[in-house]
């Protein structure tokens, strides 16, 4: 098997880009798609980033994930905008969705988003820090459609996805974005799989074995029968997840986790945003008074063995300079697989990563 590695993130990019053209992809797509991946390993979240080559490659190959597909509009009644994605990309057909709705909000003040239909999204905040940009705030839900892996609170068995919410405020004359981006389960399972990979137990009070009794061994999500990740926060976790898949899956999309919408090899991200332009309400007030609550949060003591208070949005960001400058780490199952999967399509993988 290959070794993990440290691989500049553009070289990196390039490959992963390189992949998915050969899969099929226009090379706009393959790029887009990349650089999200990369992405998301730049900012501490591996579980979304290159790692997912591999379940990509495996899903078109069984017919789920179609290439070159986009947002197709089925239903665009202000503020209301429904999205089909056809089962395409997910980082093409929700930012090409998020953009739409984003036009919307600036024009008319708020739009209501729809999105289904789209294989797996990623990064959820990729798409808040786009309308943040916009000088907008957007609240996202997304349901994930797939095996489920999360129990709910109380239960010894997986009933939702890791169904992940987002909110994201803009920038302000003293402070950048805030950005708010989380799963409702209290790890993601990719990392349970990185963590596997790399012989490693996850921290305690995260999982729960087949029977429901809490364990450290990321290997029981993938056993049979599996185990399951536990909702963060208990009772409060789980009543986001539920609100997800109501929103995004029953409400947006029609598709929530229920077995009859299971399908073996299938994944499905649903989502509801609402996405609308603050100065509607608050004109440029909100931002003094923003950068007033932010400055008194950074201003509180640190606890001890603490670094201090961060603002969420900013561990992403320092991650992302360090990485830039550093390198991405990429843990040896994934560099297996894109070695595995470049090879197949005859790439010189090592001359693309290193040479």
Not at 81 to 91: A, E, M, R, T
Not at 118 to 137: M, S, T, V
Not at 251 to 271: D, E, Y
Request: glycine share 12%.
């Amino acid at each position: 098997m290959s070794t993990g590695a440290v691989v500049a993130a553009d070289r990196l990019e390039q490959l992963v880009a390189a992949i998915f053209r050969g899969t099929g992809s226009a090379p706009e797509e393959a790029e887009e798609v990349a650089r999200h991946l990369v992405e998301a390993d730049l900012t501490g979240h591996a579980s979304h980033g290159v790692t997912q080559v591999e379940i990509y490659v495996r899903s078109q190959r069984l017919g789920h994930l179609q290439p070159n597909r986009h947002a197709e509009i089925v239903r665009d009644d202000p503020p209301f905008l429904v999205v089909d994605g056809g089962i395409g990309f997910g980082q093409v057909i929700a930012r090409e969705a998020i953009d739409l709705a984003s036009e919307r909000a600036k024009a008319a003040g708020v739009s209501i988003l729809a999105l289904r239909y789209a294989h797996h999204i990623g990064r959820l905040g990729a798409y808040g820090e786009r309308c943040a940009a916009a000088g907008l705030i957007a609240i996202l839900f997304a349901n994930v459609v797939s095996i489920p892996r999360v129990a709910p609170f109380g239960g010894a068995r997986s009933r939702l996805g890791t169904n992940p919410i987002c909110i994201a405020f803009p920038a302000t004359p003293r402070n950048p974005p805030v950005l708010v981006d989380f799963a409702t389960s209290a790890i993601a399972g990719n990392k349970c799989r990185i963590a596997m990979a790399k012989g490693e137990e996850v921290a305690e009070g995260l999982l729960q074995d087949a029977d429901g009794n809490p364990t450290r061994d990321p290997g029981v999500i993938f056993s049979e029968p599996a185990g399951s990740l536990r909702p963060f926060g208990g009772h409060k976790g789980y009543g986001l997840a539920l609100a997800c898949e109501i929103l995004a899956g029953a409400i947006a999309s029609g598709v929530p986790t229920l077995p009859q919408n299971l399908r073996a090899g299938r994944f499905l991200n649903n989502a509801l945003a609402f996405v609308f332009d603050p100065t509607r309400i608050a004109g440029t007030q909100w931002q003094d008074l923003t950068d007033s609550v932010l400055e008194n949060l950074r201003d509180t003591p640190p606890s001890p063995g603490s670094d201090g208070v961060l603002i969420p949005g900013e561990p992403e960001a320092q991650r992302r300079r360090v990485l830039q400058r550093e390198g991405v780490p990429v843990d040896p199952v994934t560099m297996a697989a894109l070695h595995r999967i470049g090879g197949e399509l005859g790439l010189d993988v090592t001359a693309q990563l290193f040479g």
